[in-house]
């Protein structure tokens, strides 16, 4: 069984300084798993399981007492100065691997949760206790930045009555027509836009980021008298349109 193996991290990048004990019992079942998952036969079956028991060897050590320093140290001696066999760059390349899969999870996950915020906070925004009235309107946005942690919760009306509009807000919203029974410039969606312009000094469009923001509109039904999400209006479906936005 032929190994290849790309650039790793060293030896001392591998076998950690502190909580010995408990990597090497990490390292000693994710060891087992990749063996159970590759099936290697042959030499390098028996390198691998050499490694294995070098790596219970460690446990057991440190667990008589061994000082951290000094096992780490035989250790890093044994992978360095014995034949592994490969065994232990296919540990290292199995270890680099997974942990690269697990980042990439975690990117997606917070990815997730980032745009996920416009709605979740327009929802605490709307059970708020002042939720529904002349502060709120009856329409409240949340808006996420899914390449931050940041987001910004707008209401209908409160654009037309902001002490500072964005000048790009203002570019964004010219030549759009109205397509709804309310004015462009009157929806939660364009306030919270404005207060995530004001936020980022952006001077020009070609600045927002395409694709990255996410809107989330909850609207009041008077007749249910009760919060209910809504899709994007035909007013601002144009100029969200315009930067690559999107609803959730």
């Known amino acids: ?3 290849t193996f790309a650039s790793l991290p060293t030896d001392e990048e591998l076998v950690p300084a502190t909580d010995l004990k408990k990597w090497a019992q990490k390292a000693r079942a994710f060891l087992q798993d990749a063996i159970k998952e590759d099936k290697p036969d042959g030499f390098f079956a028996d390198a691998l399981e050499a490694l294995r028991r070098r790596m219970a060897s460690l446990e057991t050590a440190l667990l008589n007492g061994t000082p951290e320093s000094e096992a780490r140290k035989d250790f890093l ?3 360095r100065e014995k034949s592994t066999g490969g065994s232990w760059a296919y540990y290292a390349t199995k270890r680099v691997e ?4 697990a980042a990439a999870q975690e990117a997606l ?3 997730a949760a980032r745009i996920d915020r416009a709605r979740s906070e327009a929802v605490k925004a709307r059970n708020a206790p002042a939720a529904k009235g002349a502060d709120y309107g009856t329409v409240i946005a949340g808006l996420s930045d899914a390449g931050s942690d940041d987001f910004w919760i707008g209401t209908s009306g409160a654009y037309t009555r902001a002490t500072q509009q964005h000048p790009l807000m203002q570019e964004l919203l010219a030549g759009v027509g109205q397509a709804e029974n309310w004015p462009v410039n009157a929806c939660a969606e364009v306030d919270a836009m ?7 000094g952006f001077t020009r469009k070609a600045q927002i980021p395409a ?3 996410y809107f989330h509109a909850e609207t009041w039904n008077y007749d249910e008298e009760k919060w ?3 899709k994007t209006c035909g007013n601002c479906s144009t100029w969200i349109g315009k930067i690559g936005g999107r609803r959730c």
Not at 98 to 101: F, H, N, Y
């Open 1 to 3: 069984m032929e190994q």
């Open 77 to 79: 001696v044994w992978v």
């Open 98 to 101: 997974a942990d690269r899969l």
């Open 109 to 111: 996950k917070t990815h």
């Open 194 to 200: 404005n207060q995530y312009l004001l936020a980022r």
């Open 211 to 213: 694709g990255a923001l």
């Open 228 to 230: 209910q999400a809504r």
